[in-house]
């Protein structure tokens, strides 16, 4: 007999039961008499019996996996998030589904749909595009719910996030402190949160040390790497007189390097510039990039913790804001 291609019909005549029985011990059900129990298993060991793993969730209404959204599949910020989410959830013997928003509130939406559809567990979502409300419904659609970057005080305790705001502070400080003034500051897509919260601790750094936000030094760039060497060269030819550019990410800062390096500035010397992320790009940036640092693996391997929790019925209420750290290098020159 072919193992490969034993059913649960085969196994029923086997153990001398009704495909109903063997269906129930596959599930772990605790309706069946024991003596039909031990048939089964004895009928599974010798016939070598695999339950198909779809055919399981279905009977279960489980599908043994947990469902993540992110906003794309590729970067050093996503990779490093799934990676460290699933190492978690592996633990407990479930798998990932990963699905992406692709930057628009229709896939986002459509990537939840397709994460409900499959039945998942829980859902990991990090999200720019859906509005606080959808997402505050789009909760009730799951039966365990983690959510990333987004801070909505009618899900705190499935919240899990980086305080944006204090990163961009942090990175704009350290310019002042070396006596800067005239500091530029290219943002990520104003549309996401993380960068509208880093623009704020940006302004707050410079009006806590007397200088008057100025439009004019300020231009949108992007978090991935399109379009941002073209926006450092407008910036710095448009404000010749900065001194320092704060990018909201190293992808942003990789593209001021070679902006500088065309126009004949020096970073590190006659122009500074502080990233953010820390990611493992910067760390081959000559010179090196003093950089914000998000810990962007500890936030994965906290979610996974999270949704697990949830899944286990130990859900419980931790500090979910994570706080940046300023990664000092060699890319900001002291002045006046």
């Not at 993380?194 to 231009?219: M, Q």
């Not at 913790?305 to 706080?323: A, C, F, H, S, Y």
Request: proline share 3%.
């Amino acid at each position: 007999m072919d193992k490969k291609n034993i059913t649960i019909k085969e196994v029923a005549e086997y153990a001398n039961v009704s495909q109903a029985t063997v269906s129930r011990v596959i599930n772990g059900q605790s309706s069946v008499k024991e003596a039909n129990l031990v048939k089964v298993h004895e009928a599974i060991a010798k016939l070598g019996y695999t339950p198909n793993p779809a055919a399981k969730a279905l009977a279960t209404s489980r599908s043994n996996s947990i469902g993540m959204l992110v906003g794309s599949l590729d970067g050093p910020f996503y990779g490093p998030l799934m990676h460290a989410a699933e190492d978690e959830i592996y633990k407990l013997g479930l798998h990932l589904i990963v699905t992406s928003g692709q930057d628009s509130e229709q896939k986002e939406l459509e990537s939840l749909h397709f994460l409900r559809a499959k039945q998942v567990e829980g859902v990991i979502v990090h999200a720019d595009r859906i509005t606080d409300e959808a997402l505050r419904n789009l909760s009730n659609d799951f039966k365990h719910f983690v959510l990333l970057n987004r801070h909505i005080p009618e899900l705190e305790n499935h919240c899990l996030y980086l305080d944006n705001e204090l990163g961009g502070y942090l990175a704009t400080k350290h310019l002042l402190d070396f006596g800067h003034k005239a500091i530029g500051c290219i943002t990520g897509p104003m549309n996401k949160h993380d960068a509208r919260d880093r623009l704020l601790g940006y302004i707050r750094a410079l009006a806590e040390h007397g200088v008057s936000y100025d439009p004019n030094l300020t231009i949108e760039g992007r978090f991935d790497h399109f379009d941002n060497f073209d926006k450092a060269k407008t910036l710095l030819e448009r404000a010749p007189d900065i001194t320092a550019v704060f990018c909201q990410n190293d992808n942003i800062a990789l593209a001021v390097y070679d902006a500088c390096y065309e126009l004949g500035r020096t970073v590190g010397k006659d122009i500074s510039i502080v990233g953010f992320d820390n990611d493992f790009m910067s760390r081959h940036m000559r010179p090196r990039l003093t950089t914000v640092g998000f810990p962007i693996s500890e936030m994965g391997k906290i979610a996974g913790k999270m949704i697990i929790d949830q899944v286990k019925g130990q859900d419980r209420v931790t500090n979910q804001k994570l706080m940046p750290t300023l990664e000092v290098h060699d890319s900001v020159a002291r002045i006046g």
